[in-house]
């Protein structure tokens, strides 16, 4: 069974309105909130993560789907569970890896048990006093799709670890290309300009899960077809160099980018518009275009859950 099979369980289970996009908008209380998890040997392996990166990183993500909101990153609380034999060292680097990566906002707590192996998981909230708040389906017919961050160094980064040799690359780039994986960038600058100059409904979402796929959702949400000329998607030089690279732009994931759709396009890097339709539209330099259906898509992304 796919993970996205599991939420479509829990939203029918608890017919909650809140559950569908990047974080819950409680607008009774003006916040957002979030949570995400990372299981080691899932998420992450400590033999190419510090105790720092760690800490860091399992922020990051969750700073990144406040982003995704449109809302201001604001608290945080951890619940870490952790080996016995875990060093007092490791719990002093990994919380300032992650104070590092509050980017403004404010760890307030937690929780800390014990278990056979590291567990993360964080829960974010962001406020959204002068800021319009996102949704997956807030897609109209005629705004443009904008991006932020760079795709596909993330998942090259990580087969690097992983043990790819790229003999192509020099070493600075496979280093860049491995700091893309373990310290993300939330892309909070791009999330404020465009909830505070988009006046009406729009769409945004982290690419954690992969460029393709948070197209596909806000199309599906949306119910509109987001046309996007692929040749204007920000990458990495260095990704030029290695074959089959469309495959880890499209579907590798991991790069905390955001995309969104909106009315207001100055300074915003351009990759397409939304359409009457259904599904993604690829368009390449040399007109051909690919028609990428939800279940396409879906087919090529990552599974937590073995099937």
């Given at each position: 069974?796919?993970?996205?099979?599991?939420?479509?369980?829990?939203?029918?289970?608890?017919?909650?309105?809140?559950?569908?996009?990047?974080?819950?908008?409680?607008?009774?209380?003006?916040?957002?909130?979030?949570?995400?998890?990372?299981?080691?040997?899932?998420?992450?392996?400590?033999?190419?993560?510090?105790?720092?990166?760690?800490?860091?990183?399992?922020?990051?993500?969750?700073?990144?789907?406040?982003?995704?909101?449109?809302?201001?990153?604001?608290?945080?609380?951890?619940?870490?569970?952790?080996?016995?034999?875990?060093?007092?060292?490791?719990?002093?680097?990994?919380y300032?890896?992650?104070?590092?990566?509050?980017?403004?906002a404010?760890?307030?707590?937690?929780?800390i048990?014990?278990?056979?192996?590291?567990?993360?998981?964080?829960?974010a909230?962001?406020?959204?006093?002068?800021?319009?708040?996102?949704s997956?389906?807030?897609?109209?017919?005629?705004?443009?799709?904008?991006i932020?961050?760079?795709?596909?160094?993330?998942?090259?980064?990580?087969?690097i670890l992983?043990?790819?040799?790229?003999?192509?690359?020099?070493?600075?780039?496979?280093?860049?290309?491995?700091?893309?994986?373990?310290?993300?960038?939330?892309?909070?600058?791009f999330?404020?300009?465009?909830?505070?100059?988009?006046?009406?409904?729009?769409?945004?979402?982290?690419?954690?899960?992969?460029?393709?796929?948070a197209?596909?959702?806000?199309?599906?949400?949306?119910?509109?077809?987001?046309?996007?000329?692929?040749?204007?998607?920000?990458?990495?030089?260095?990704?030029?160099?290695?074959?089959?690279?469309?495959?880890?732009?499209?579907?590798?994931?991991?790069?905390?980018?955001?995309?969104?759709?909106?009315?207001?396009?100055?300074?915003?890097?351009?990759?397409?518009?939304?359409?009457?339709?259904?599904?993604?539209?690829?368009?390449?330099?040399?007109?051909?275009?690919?028609?990428?259906?939800?279940?396409?898509?879906?087919?090529?992304?990552?599974?937590?859950?073995?099937?």
């Amino acid at each position: 069974m796919k993970e996205k099979e599991f939420i479509n369980i829990i939203q029918n289970t608890l017919s909650s309105k809140y559950i569908g996009d990047d974080c819950a908008y409680l607008e009774d209380l003006g916040i957002v909130v979030s949570q995400d998890s990372l299981v080691e040997e899932v998420h992450f392996s400590r033999r190419y993560f510090t105790p720092y990166q760690l800490g860091y990183k399992s922020v990051a993500v969750n700073i990144s789907d406040i982003c995704a909101s449109g809302a201001e990153p604001k608290y945080l609380t951890i619940a870490l569970s952790l080996p016995d034999k875990t060093e007092d060292k490791f719990i002093e680097d990994f919380y300032n890896g992650a104070k590092d990566a509050c980017f403004g906002a404010e760890i307030v707590g937690g929780d800390i048990t014990g278990a056979d192996k590291i567990y993360v998981s964080v829960c974010a909230i962001g406020s959204v006093k002068g800021r319009k708040i996102s949704s997956r389906g807030g897609a109209k017919v005629g705004q443009k799709v904008v991006i932020s961050g760079k795709h596909g160094l993330s998942a090259v980064g990580l087969s690097i670890l992983s043990g790819q040799n790229y003999e192509q690359l020099f070493e600075d780039e496979k280093k860049r290309l491995i700091d893309a994986h373990i310290m993300p960038k939330p892309q909070m600058e791009f999330s404020k300009r465009i909830a505070t100059c988009q006046m009406g409904k729009y769409a945004m979402m982290d690419t954690s899960d992969g460029l393709a796929d948070a197209l596909s959702v806000i199309a599906d949400m949306s119910g509109v077809m987001l046309e996007i000329y692929y040749d204007k998607i920000p990458t990495d030089a260095a990704l030029v160099k290695i074959p089959n690279n469309k495959d880890f732009i499209l579907y590798g994931g991991e790069d905390y980018g955001l995309v969104a759709t909106t009315d207001e396009v100055s300074d915003f890097t351009v990759i397409g518009e939304v359409k009457s339709g259904s599904g993604v539209k690829l368009n390449y330099s040399d007109g051909t275009y690919d028609l990428l259906s939800k279940k396409e898509v879906e087919n090529k992304l990552y599974k937590h859950f073995k099937e």
